[in-house]
């Protein structure tokens, strides 16, 4: 047989066209966060803004493929679920558990008791003194036993108390302490487990990725309610960051002296901001933020969840929070990843 010698610049052009074209089918067919997550033994989840999984296919496709946990990120919320006095309303967050079953995918609860986002007729019966403080408790357990029970056997981790201490580690000076005094946080925790006894239950703040007054706060309070058989079982680092605030340190350390208690630990909310606009460098730099709280996470077996809050800049929460700040997720506002992206796929790659 005659053998075919063909001109060595027609060769390379070739290869080259022959690796562009291999190239495209093989990153169209990367294997998703999800897949890699569960060989990671780890379920990876995102915020779920239920209008844009209404609206938008390219985010509900996305959602779909990329994640194996959905928390909703406004509809179990107290002002969403019980608008009214005693009138309950499931619709969005059932549509949401629905979502997260047709496509094996685990639900986070958030959350059954914070400071923001209560409904107008506890916060103006509360101001006005028409609740006092005996019915307000009243009206906080059967919130709690209303929500948890409707969703018993559907939540795998549920964020029982959100936000109740300060930066210097002092307890949130919020209604629930002014009204009910300290002890409304085991009451919280007792009643949803009685209510679903399967749930794992957390407590969860931003500012406590480190060692920290506040983290250390948590860390007291968790042992000393563990030490009273008040059933809490998990720490939630929410991991709102900022790269122009520096990259906690500690956050093994935070994370082992929970495991330490023989509790759960997991990373709820996780989005690293910037100052806009993004350049190469400082999206760069946030991926880094991203793999560091991943690969903590992964460095641990406590860690059983990570979550990005939100995984598209397209319906991210923070610039309209904070001005002229944003970029803070994953995926950019056409769903093209970043390097964060990128990140997070190789440390699951790598496993624990
Ligand atoms: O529901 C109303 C809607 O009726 C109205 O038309 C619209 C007009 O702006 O507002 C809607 O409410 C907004 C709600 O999100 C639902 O979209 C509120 O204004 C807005 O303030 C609210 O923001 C949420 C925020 O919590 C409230 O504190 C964000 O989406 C949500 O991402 C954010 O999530 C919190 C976590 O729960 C706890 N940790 C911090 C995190 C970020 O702040």
Known sequence: MKHFRM???????????????????????EPPLRA????????????????????????RRTTAREFSSLTAENVMKWESVEPQRGTYDWS???????????????????????????????????ADGSIDAAELRGI?????????GHFKGRIYQWDVVNE????????????????LGPSYIADAFRWAHAADPKAKLFL???NVEGVNAKSTAYYELAKKLRAEKVPVQGFGIQGHLGIQYGFPGDVSENLARFADLGMQTA???????????????????QATYFRGLLDACLGTRSCKSFTVWGFTD???????VFTGQGAATPLDEAYAKKPAYTALAEALSEGR
């Not at 052009?13 to 022959?18: D, E, G, Q, R």
């Not at 906080?140 to 948890?148: P, Q």
């Not at 397209?314 to 309209?320: F, I, N, R």
């Open 7 to 29: 001109p060595a610049a027609a060769a390379v052009l070739l290869s080259a066209t022959l690796l562009v074209t291999a190239a495209q089918p093989a990153s169209a067919h």
């Open 36 to 59: 890699l997550a569960d060989r990671a033994d780890l379920r990876i989840g995102t915020a779920v803004d239920m209008t844009a999984l209404a609206d938008d296919t390219a985010y």
């Open 92 to 126: 969005k967050a059932d549509e949401l558990v629905r979502f997260a079953r047709a496509h094996g995918q685990a639900v986070r609860g958030h959350t059954l008791l914070w400071h923001n986002q209560l409904p107008a007729w506890l916060t103006t019966g509360v």
């Open 140 to 148: 906080l357990h059967r919130h709690i036993t209303a929500e948890v």
């Open 164 to 179: 109740v201490f300060n930066d210097d580690g002092s307890l949130r000076d919020s209604l629930w302490l002014q009204k």
């Open 204 to 206: 969860n703040d931003y």
């Open 267 to 285: 990373f709820t909310e996780v989005d690293v901001r910037m100052i806009l606009p993004a350049d190469a460098e400082k999206l760069a730099k």
């Open 314 to 320: 397209k319906y991210s929460w923070v610039p309209g």
